[in-house]
Nanobody, 126 residues
């Protein structure tokens, strides 16, 4: 059974940093795509960064230069380093995993992912 468990969220002041983690288990595929998404109250869930099994990354424009996605294959853990936090980064952050050849609508589209964690809250105050 595939499981994704996020951690590392918190409340920080603008300009601060956080490192989110997503511990994964229950799969052995080498061909996959993982991503970080976020959802603010009243808004759609949006993709912020993705990485595949080869380490190729894609970032959404609002986070380029501030967010870094990475993975530790030995620990099967996904990370998101968030620097220079802004109040508009406040959201629930979700880890997502794509396995198999299901519906595809782009790397940063939630429809492309079939497994999700429960989320970790990031709150940025000005």
């Amino acid at each position: 059974q595939v499981q994704l468990v996020e951690s590392g969220g918190g409340s920080v002041q603008a300009g601060g940093s956080l490192r989110l983690s997503c511990a994964t288990s229950g799969y052995t595929a080498s061909e996959y795509c993982m991503g970080w998404f976020r959802q603010a109250p009243g808004k759609e869930r949006e993709g912020v960064a993705t990485i595949n099994g080869l380490g190729a990354t894609i970032y959404a424009d609002p986070v380029k230069g501030r967010f870094t996605i990475s993975q530790d294959n030995a620990k099967k853990t996904l990370y998101l380093q968030i620097n220079s936090l802004k109040p508009e980064d406040t959201a629930m952050y979700y880890c997502a995993l794509r396995l198999g050849n299901g519906v595809w609508n782009g790397f940063l589209n939630r429809i492309s992912y079939n497994y999700w964690g429960q989320g970790t809250q990031v709150t940025v105050s000005s």
